[in-house]
């Protein structure tokens, strides 16, 4: 993927599960997209993004009013959008509780921290990557890290 100054975003490549955004086309497989196409924003009247991260095989992206979009597979719930439902186009993460400051993917979750210092997590913790304690299934919604709630984090 790649951020434009003008707060778009063009992605290619793997599009297994909708990770690079385009929404659904109507061409059949979507499988690889093999040059830079414009990510599709419309349903939110083309916000202006900020920064974007890409995990394994989901994508999130935060644009200038603190505000969370994700796509891509959602096999562990990485999307945070409270279903394990794959999305083709970004849709807006609205159970975040405070404007979100930044983002980043790993493989199989999310993690983001909100301009109040608070870190969020969501997706996988079969390893633990969480943070919430001992490995588990992990979460389909965005859940505060209390352990890092002592102070605000940057």
Same mark, same amino acid.
């Given at each position: ?16 599960? @909708?990770?690079?955004?385009? &929404?659904?086309? !109507?061409? %059949? /497989? ?5 040059? #830079?196409?414009? =990510? ?31 796509? @891509?597979?959602?096999?562990? &719930?990485?999307? !945070?959008? %409270? /279903? ?5 186009? #970004?849709?807006? =993460? ?36 969480? &943070? ?23």
């Amino acid at each position: 993927m790649v951020l434009c100054r003008n707060g778009e975003v063009y992605s290619w490549g793997n599009n297994d599960y @909708g990770q690079c955004g385009g &929404g659904n086309t !109507g061409s %059949g /497989s979507m499988a690889v997209i093999f040059s #830079p196409r414009l =990510v599709n924003f419309e349903n939110y009247y083309r916000p202006n993004i900020l920064q974007i991260d890409c995990g394994s095989e989901h994508s999130a992206f935060v644009d200038d009013i603190g505000r969370l979009f994700t796509c @891509g597979r959602s096999q562990h &719930g990485q999307l !945070g959008l %409270g /279903s394990f439902s794959d999305e083709q186009a #970004p849709m807006y =993460v609205s159970k975040v509780p405070d404007k979100v400051n930044s983002i980043a993917c790993g493989s199989f979750h999310t993690l983001m921290l909100t301009q109040k210092g608070e870190v969020y997590v969501m997706g996988s913790n079969t390893n633990g990557q969480l &943070g919430t304690g001992p490995p588990s299934k992990g979460s389909p919604i965005p859940i505060l890290l209390e352990e890092l709630s002592f102070s605000k984090m940057v």
